[in-house]
């Protein structure tokens, strides 16, 4: 049985190789995870176990950065860093300032994407 990002050889169609131009939240959640991986907290091998646990649906579903954060969600709980109702509670916050300032702007699909 693959595993979800065991993708080689799947019809797919091709990979973009084109640069992306990063996001301020990606940035955000690049230095974070450096951060983070700067106190112990996790290490590259914790992170690809993390993003492998969050399964086949998400693989397809989330981006890239998308993967990496809710993989590092999941290693905070799993350390006893954050409770996942400490990081609910914060996203809804966030999303809420988003809104009412009109910054947040979900392009075709993402919408699907919120819980």
Do not use: C
């Not at 993708?7 to 974070?32: M, Y």
């Not at 109702?85 to 966030?94: C, L, M, S």
């Amino acid at each position: 049985m693959r595993s979800p990002q065991d993708i080689g050889g799947l019809p797919e169609g091709p990979v973009d190789p084109s640069e992306h131009t990063l996001n301020f939240w990606e940035k955000q959640a690049d230095g974070l995870r450096a951060a983070v991986g700067s106190k112990g907290l996790m290490s590259s091998h914790e992170s690809r176990r993390a993003i492998e646990s969050l399964g086949h649906d998400a693989m397809g579903r989330l981006t890239y950065y998308e993967r990496w954060t809710a993989a590092l969600s999941l290693q905070m709980v799993e350390r006893g860093v954050l409770t996942q109702d400490e990081i609910d509670a914060k996203v809804a916050q966030v999303r809420q300032r988003l809104v009412e300032t009109g910054e947040l702007e979900l392009s075709a699909g993402e919408a699907e994407k919120l819980p």
